[in-house]
């Protein structure tokens, strides 16, 4: 009698093989006892396989699992055990196509694309999908077995099966024992993949601490839309997979409180391959995090646009992959916006005022951000007069270009405080009375004068103040500015 233990509890077992045991689960719980020569008992961190060594070779037993779980229909690779809907199956081979078998030799696809129909909100979008012919997942495993069909004690593992599991397929192959090979085969049924922008991908690997309840949880999820495959950034990636996780599950001490994403794209050490390891992500936040999360997505949503040629393709925030970078860290979400903003023309302005509504802001935040915002103001209507004396009309732009110019011009914290309280004391506003300590604590605190310059700018730019009539001193072309077209570049087309 032959028998494999897999436990998620055995100290050799990293995040993946803990992963791939429950996908293994998962797989087992729709094959019918009949169809295969093993049994098996799956408890709540364990999974056992058990076959007759004298009548089934350990080879006949592993690829009737593997054929059980992994079949090729309709160009997707489907698996029976996740029972996805049709976007799902796209989303699904898709994902798995540029991650586990990223490499050409790990999957042959059609040489001919056709086109799939998905909708998007309201509107429609048209893929061209490359059918699936092969791929490593319903082959015969011929590295895991000897001539006689028994498993090798050590079985060699390229690190296309598992992305970043070799920084360079030069150092060689990973050898795994049965178990783990057996775990990292199943690991693609427990990961949830998302597409990136610049042909880039991310696979998403949960944390699994009871594989019972995970089975039960992962047969709800009938797999990701096409909107929801897309993402701006690995760091969404883990973000949006955690706050899917809450939603699923209520019960906090079975809920997946972690997980890592692996970023995969170009590397310079390997031009033949596009989907190799860039960066890798261990994502753990808290409800507050995730909910602010909720609400950044719903301000900086993916929105569907059309060329001339009247296609249609999904056009990726820029600003959201910038503040998920600091919210998976643990830092305020507007920290690096005088870097973002230099780097990126301000579309999506909206958004920006949303979120810096006062309950994004905590109180100390919120002060000093009204504070910037009232000596804003105060300029902005000194430059209206001027532009009235001169009969012409205020370029909006050019002001706040001025402003921000002036306050990105310091490099160090001592002109920035200088520079800053010169704005201040020159436009001042009901906003600064009684505040000086805090401003104070801004600008020379704990090297905290960076931070400062970012809440600064971020007021400026999503400044909406109202003129003395009542009426919005931001005309409207600049606040209604979005998502550019002129953005549809290679990382946004599909």
């Known amino acids: 009698m032959t028998q494999l233990n897999l436990s998620i509890f055995n100290p050799n077992t990293l995040l993946p093989h803990r992963a791939g045991i429950a996908g293994l689960a998962l797989a087992l719980s729709v094959i019918n006892p009949d169809d295969v020569p093993f049994t098996w008992e799956v408890t709540e961190d364990a999974v056992n396989l058990f076959w007759d060594s004298d009548e089934h070779t350990d080879r006949e037993s592993i690829l009737s699992l593997t054929q059980q779980t992994y079949r090729l229909q309709d160009g997707y690779l489907d698996v029976p055990a996740l029972n996805l809907a049709r976007q799902g199956k796209y989303t699904f081979t898709e994902g798995v196509a540029t991650t586990f078998l990223q490499h050409g030799k790990q999957r042959k696809q059609s040489k001919e694309s056709v086109p799939r129909v998905f909708p998007v909100d309201e509107a429609e979008i048209t893929i061209d999908f490359r059918p699936v012919e092969d791929c490593y997942y319903t082959r015969d495993f011929k590295e895991a077995f000897n001539s006689k069909g028994a498993f090798k004690p050590k079985i060699p593992i390229k690190g296309h099966h598992l992305p970043g599991l070799v920084e360079c397929f030069a150092h060689g192959a990973y050898q795994e024992s049965p178990e783990g090979f057996l775990a990292l085969v199943f690991l693609p049924l427990a990961c949830s993949y998302y597409q990136l922008s610049g042909y880039r991908s991310a696979v998403v690997i949960p944390e699994v601490k009871n594989i019972r309840e995970w089975v039960k949880r992962r047969k709800n999820y009938s797999g990701s839309t096409y909107g929801n495959f897309r993402s701006s950034s690995a760091g969404e990636s883990g973000l949006r997979f955690l706050l899917q996780e809450k939603l699923i599950e209520d019960n906090q001490r079975l809920r997946v409180d972690y997980c890592e994403v692996y970023q995969l794209g170009k590397q310079q050490w390997d031009g033949s391959q596009s989907y190799l390891k860039q960066a890798v992500y261990r994502v753990q936040v808290d409800d507050e995090v995730l909910d602010l999360y909720d609400s950044a997505f719903q301000f900086f949503k993916p929105q ?86 001169q009969g012409r009309s205020l370029d909006y732009k050019q002001s706040v270009d001025k402003v921000i110019n002036r306050l990105q011009r310091p490099s160090t914290q001592q002109d920035f405080a200088k520079t800053m309280v010169d704005f201040l004391s020159r ?39 109202k003129g003395k009539d009542g009426k919005s001193e931001i005309p409207e072309e600049v606040l209604d500015e979005s998502i550019s077209e002129d953005q549809e570049d290679s990382e946004m087309t599909i």
């Open 427 to 465: 436009h001042r506003s009901k906003s600064t009375r009684g505040v000086g300590a805090e401003i104070y604590q801004w600008l020379h605190k704990d090297n905290q004068w960076k931070q400062a310059r970012d809440l600064a700018l971020l007021a400026i730019a999503s400044y909406t103040g």
């Open 304 to 389: 569907v646009r059309t060329n001339e040629k009247g296609e249609t393709w999904l056009a990726i925030s820029k600003v959201l992959p910038w503040l998920c970078d600091n919210l998976i860290t643990g830092k305020p979400w507007y920290l690096g916006f005088y870097e973002f903003q230099k780097r990126n023309q301000l579309y999506e302005r909206k958004g920006l005022v949303s979120m810096s509504q006062s309950q994004y802001l905590n109180s100390l935040e919120q002060r000093f951000f009204d504070v910037v915002q009232g000596a804003f103001s105060s300029f902005l209507r000194e430059q209206i007069i001027h532009a009235q004396k």
